[in-house]
């Protein structure tokens, strides 16, 4: 259960960000999670709301943008869509590829008051 | 929130100590968090209490003045930090450091024992071992006369950079060493976090499934080293070991394979030149 981790890594860039831009609460947060990054959504929303008590996350909307995988074969240039993390290249199924999207885990924008 | 132990409480932390140190009570009515932690503050409670002044009364929500951050921080950018400080410390020492990852039962408290026994008048080792609770291992290891420090995460699952700064500050790991590093054993959530290591290195077992590479992926796919553990029972199991790695090479192509046993020394060897060789290009 990383996930909780993950959500408390949330918690602290919230309320980092909230203190120092002299606001007193958050009401929206906006999240990007990719597809690859290894995090479930479902036990991430499950440990949610204990994560955010009493924090200036409490009463916040959250917004994730799922952003999913894109790879690029090494060896023949192509671009293509990745699933899984062991996904290969669909033109020549080469194994070797670099992931251009889907491994993001980042806060993108709070909306403060 | 704890994160360690998911009490609620906010105040609990990891247990860091070396085998003979008194146990610290952990007690969840009286959380008072006195070990330190150099590398970043751990205040949850004035965190969590500083809100409660604000009332949160909506009939002047017109006063308010909406704002919108635009932040772009990296979520786990906290633990990524302080393992950047770790590596910096063992580059600077020559310390050539491990993460030993995998399931339960998979033996790298048995490979790491035996490396131990069989290399230590060659080479200076350091070991941080993790586990939810029990001194168990960091005692298997003390019999050993390694320098050892045991990390108990309560309820966590995984080792983070913060806690193996603390642990490193423990050990006082002298300069051209390896530090073994033995996560908790777990195949998904260690892989996430990395702690400053050299290397990283998976560990199964010959008594796992052949396709657990593409079940458990991110371990494998962050790893560098994969040890296949077990080789002594192979005549007794059914797993085809190239098709095993065939999918474990599908994760990633680049990982380079040691087939041993931890109980009979076979292939121990292979896995020892690769250590020493390591160690002396740390030196270099």
Not at chain 1, 10 to 20: F, L, M, P, S
Request: with cysteine; proline share 3%; net charge negative.
């Amino acid at each position: 259960m990383h996930e909780l981790s993950i959500a408390l890594g949330i918690v602290k860039i919230a309320e980092d960000e909230t203190k120092k831009a002299n606001a007193k609460q958050v009401i929206k947060i906006e999240l990007e999670i990719g597809t690859l990054a290894g995090v479930e959504f479902e036990s991430l929303n499950f440990v949610w709301n204990s994560a955010i008590k009493d924090t200036v996350l409490e009463f916040a909307k959250k917004e994730i943008d799922i952003i999913k995988g894109i790879g690029k074969c090494i060896d023949c240039d192509t671009e293509f869509d990745m699933d899984n993390i062991y996904d290969c290249c669909p033109k020549c199924g080469s194994n070797f590829k670099g992931i251009l999207k889907g491994k993001e885990l980042r806060v993108k924008t709070l909306e403060v008051i | 929130m704890c994160g360690t132990c998911g009490c609620g409480t906010g105040k609990n932390g990891p247990i860091i100590l070396k085998p003979g140190e008194e146990k610290l009570e952990h007690s969840h009515d009286e959380h008072t968090h006195e070990h330190s932690h150099e590398g970043h503050t751990h205040t949850h409670e004035n965190e969590h209490h500083h809100h409660n002044d604000h009332s949160h009364s909506h009939d002047h929500s017109h006063e308010h003045k909406h704002k919108v951050l635009t932040i772009e921080r990296d979520i786990l950018q906290n633990n990524q930090l302080l393992a950047a400080r770790n590596r910096g410390y063992f580059e600077a020492k020559n310390i050539f450091a491990l993460n030993m990852v995998s399931s339960p039962g998979s033996g790298k408290t048995s490979i790491l024992e035996r490396t131990l026994i069989d290399l230590k008048h060659e080479i200076s080792f350091y070991v941080i071992e993790g586990d939810q609770q029990t001194m168990n291992d960091a005692n298997r290891i003390d019999a050993l006369n390694i320098p050892v420090v045991q990390i108990n995460t309560g309820k966590g699952c995984h080792l983070e950079s913060d806690m193996v700064f603390e642990a490193v500050r423990k050990l006082e790991i002298k300069d051209n060493s390896i530090l073994m590093i033995e996560n908790v054993g777990n195949l998904v959530c260690p892989s996430m976090f990395d702690l400053g290591e050299s290397k990283r290195v998976v560990i199964i077992s010959t008594t796992e499934g052949e396709d657990k590479p593409i079940k458990y992926p991110d371990m494998f796919h962050t790893s560098d080293i994969c040890i296949i553990n077990k080789i002594d029972l192979l005549p007794y199991v059914k797993i085809d070991v190239q098709k095993l790695k065939n999918y474990a090479l599908q994760v990633n192509p680049n990982l380079q394979f040691f087939e041993v046993s931890a109980t009979t020394g076979e292939g121990m060897e292979a896995w020892y030149g690769w250590l020493k060789a390591q160690s002396k290009k740390v030196k270099g």
